[in-house]
């Protein structure tokens, strides 16, 4: 039952974090379509790269609460 329950929550966090990493590598197209200025989206663009790559480790190794 245990494994079970884990492969289910690795198999979430992975579909969860598509959309998420998708996000993170057009973040500075979508901040200029919001009327941002171009030097603070390219900054945010490099911030969103380095988030990226921590999004599935932190999806995945995420401490559940026992309720």
């Not at 690795?10 to 197209?29: N, V």
């Amino acid at each position: 039952m245990v494994q079970r329950a884990l492969r289910t929550g690795l198999w979430a966090a992975l579909m969860l974090s598509f959309p998420i990493i998708a996000f993170a590598f057009r973040g500075e197209q979508i901040l200029l379509a919001f009327g941002q200025a171009p030097d603070a989206a390219r900054l945010a663009q490099q911030y969103l790269f380095g988030l990226d790559l921590g999004v599935l480790p932190a999806l995945c190794c995420r401490p559940s609460v026992i309720s």
